[in-house]
């Protein structure tokens, strides 16, 4: 199973929306974190640029923005 991950250079909230992913990734085993730079896509780039970090399981945004472990989990959890 496949998250995206969408980021900006230079984002604290995306450093920050890291970490949280990597407390996710440990009690998820099964997901794989795929981290996407929306600044090497101009179509993303217009998509994403207010809303990094985003992170997205089968095409639903779970969390944009402050992104934090509980509502991360909650997301997937409803999702799966």
Known sequence: MYIQFYIGSNCSLCEDAKLQLSFFKEEHDEICIDTINI?????????????VPVVMYKGVVLQEGNIDFVTLSESYEKMK
């Open 39 to 51: 600044e090497e896509d101009d179509n993303l780039m217009e998509k994403y640029m207010m809303r």
